[in-house]
């Protein structure tokens, strides 16, 4: 990639820290120019920063506002008082309130819950995909065998019974609403998942919902998926999702998580955590229970 506002976008948000102090841009992209060698003065790299600086933050605005519709994290966000001061999206500022507060303390071990993803094993994260589903509201989740799964990793079924309408004297329609929840998990440390593993997934959950399958009888229990019945298809990754993956999950309707999203999520609700800190083995235990 060539020197100019998109390299400098790329970088600020590879090498923002979750936790970083606000700083003004220009002041950014002067240091990245001369850290890496984009410009060899320091004079130089000033007089680029301000030809550079509304160009690049235009480019941040908009691949923040991507991440923000696709429910990804970002490292990095705009300060409250200029739309020209970068921190990390965890920065405390002083305006915070305690609840604010809590939820950027807790986000903070993101990157804990990340490098651990590299030190469980396939099985072990298929097992912490069924956690995953079991956190989002589904009781009793189900991980498939190890071997012949026919494409299918973990479901279970959302009652969403408590969701509407809780208060009535005795519940009614509400007792018939439900969603299936139906996924693969990929233990991808570093390849993206690209559009095939995508097809794979559609492909199993339409076989599945036919009961088509090329082992003798179904190797799932309790997977009884009716006609009318609706699913959420997640593809979960301890990887990234190449750009043309995301578009076609968005042009879809299937979910995709990627490393950096599990890890977030995990970390807002404190997942398998020993006394308030992140153990690995203590994470390991929670997968597993």
């Not at 690049?56 to 705009?78: A, D, H, N, W």
């Not at 396939?122 to 071997?147: A, D, H, M, W, Y």
């Amino acid at each position: 990639m060539r020197p100019g506002p998109s390299l400098l976008c790329k970088l600020i948000f590879e090498n923002t820290q979750l936790d970083a102090s606000p700083r003004p841009l220009i002041e950014i992209i002067t240091d990245i120019s001369v850290s890496i060698g984009l410009l060899g003065k320091q004079s130089e790299a000033i007089e680029k920063a301000e030809i550079w600086n509304d160009p690049t933050l235009l480019l941040i605005q908009k691949e923040l506002s991507g991440l923000v519709e696709m429910g990804r994290p970002s490292s990095l966000t705009f300060n409250s008082s200029s739309a020209y001061m970068i921190q990390g999206a965890c920065f405390i500022e002083p305006t915070d309130n305690e609840e604010i507060r809590e939820k950027k303390t807790r986000r903070l071990a993101f990157r804990s819950y990340h490098d651990a993803f590299s030190r469980i094993t396939p099985r072990q994260f298929e097992f912490l995909c069924g956690r995953v589903i079991e956190l989002i509201g589904v009781k009793n989740p189900k991980v498939t065998r190890s071997s012949a799964d026919e494409g299918i990793d973990f479901y279970g079924q959302l009652s969403l019974e408590s969701i509407f309408f809780p208060k009535d004297l005795y519940p009614t329609i509400q007792k018939q609403l439900s969603i299936w929840i139906v996924g693969q998990a990929k233990h991808y440390p570093k390849p993206q998942s690209g559009t095939s593993i995508i097809r794979e997934l559609v492909g199993a959950i339409t076989l599945g919902r036919a009961g088509a399958f090329g082992s003798i009888g179904s190797p799932f229990d309790d997977f009884r998926v009716r006609v009318g019945d609706p699913i959420f298809a997640l593809l979960i990754t301890t990887g990234s999702i190449s750009s043309n993956a995301w578009r076609l999950l968005k042009a879809s309707g299937i979910i995709g998580i990627d490393g950096e999203m599990l890890a977030a999520f995990l970390a807002d609700r404190e997942a398998g955590l020993k006394d308030g800190n992140f153990d690995s083995l203590q994470f390991l235990i929670w997968i597993e229970e």
